[in-house]
């Protein structure tokens, strides 16, 4: 059973930082590409970024502006998200995604999803 759990959200300062957290189990965690997107209320979900099984990375630049990282950690099957100075547009449900090998920035091409965690910034 293949199970994503987000970590590291919680309540923060414009401009301040998190550091998300996505434990993986139950799949081949080198052979998945990790998504994070992010989920305002009344708004669709977006696009953040993501990471493929071979560390290549893309971001949403309109969203994020600059102020995210991506990585992974293949040993200890999670990914990470860091997200710097913080602004209250970046309030959300954050939410990581596996999918095989390669990077998506499209929702439904992704194969499983975590429950969320999340972020609020306060100005």
């Known amino acids: 059973q293949v199970q994503l759990v987000e970590s590291g959200g919680g309540l923060v300062q414009a401009g301040g930082s998190l550091r998300l957290s996505c434990a993986a189990s139950?799949?081949?965690?080198?052979?998945?590409?990790m998504g994070w997107f992010r989920q305002a209320p009344g708004k669709e979900r977006e696009f953040v970024a993501a990471?493929?099984?071979?560390?290549?990375?893309?971001y949403n630049e309109d969203s994020v502006k600059g102020r995210a990282t991506i990585s992974r950690d293949n040993a200890k099957n999670t990914a990470y998200l860091q997200i710097n100075n913080l602004e209250p547009d970046d309030t959300a449900v954050y939410y990581c995604?596996?999918?095989?090998?390669?990077?998506?920035?499209?929702?439904?091409?992704?194969?499983?999803w975590g429950q969320g965690t999340q972020v609020t910034v306060s100005a």
């Open positions: 139950g799949l081949t965690f080198s052979r998945y590409a």
């Open positions: 990471i493929s099984s071979t560390a290549g990375f893309v």
């Open positions: 995604a596996a999918r095989l090998w390669d990077i998506a920035s499209t929702p439904r091409l992704y194969t499983y």
